[in-house]
């Protein structure tokens, strides 16, 4: 049995192709909208798990190999899955999304690092998520222009909301959003910065970078936490040649 962590596009992509070729797959989403991307045929725990779930949900399903393919961001759960893989004896594969060449780029180690490099700025467009909103809270509580793009979901809304940010200064959009979408609501928005996390390929920085470049304005890059991972395969078809390769899985 293999269990992809598909909280991403690649982990759902890889979690659909390894159960095409005729593997079992079990497939983890932390949102009910993660679940519902997956598809028909692929069985999906939803909800988050700590290293205590992951040690149960390996002995309990059998689990042989573990696929991690959450954001890059999401070090706590990669965590707990690579600590409870070596416990349970299950081997794990990290996929990893191909790095950006963010030359062009402001990068910075950290959230706070992000938000102290906004404050020369008067108007800041984020593109960040939700999950770290509030470490920008500042800007907006001091009178900044922050504009937030985020997935419009109720929870999500219902955050910025709390945290003191109004109608005009959300955009509730699902992406991928092309170069040309990026540059008009950059310009739209007349941001004077972007900030964005070194999300990969799949996650769009290219576009944001290259529209920012478009208007001559600076763009915030806040680097991928750092994290030692046992195994790291970062081409999908070689992944999938890996996994049919150990085995009946």
Known sequence: MILVLAGTKDGREIAKKLSEKGLKVIATAVTEYGASLLGKGIEVLKGPLD?????????????????????PF????????INASVKMGSKYIRFERQNVDYKNAFVVKSFEEAEKACEK?????????????????????????????????????????????TPKDIIAMEGPFSVDLNYQMFKEKRAEVVVTKESGYVGGVLEKLEAAEMLGIPVILIE?????????????????????RAGDV
């Open 121 to 165: 700025y008067d108007s800041i467009f984020l593109t960040i998520g939700s999950k770290n909103l509030e470490k920008f809270k500042y800007l907006w509580d001091a009178g900044k222009k922050v504009t937030v793009r985020v997935l419009p979901l109720s929870s999500v809304i219902k955050k910025c909301e709390e945290l003191g940010l």
């Open 51 to 71: 290293e205590g779930g992951f040690i149960e949900l390996i002995k309990n399903r059998g689990i042989e190999i573990v696929v991690d393919a959450t954001h």
């Open 224 to 244: 991928r936490p750092s994290i030692n991972y046992p195994v790291i395969i970062r081409d999908e078809e070689a992944l999938i040649d890996v996994i049919l």
């Open 74 to 81: 999401a070090k706590e759960v990669s965590l707990n899955a």
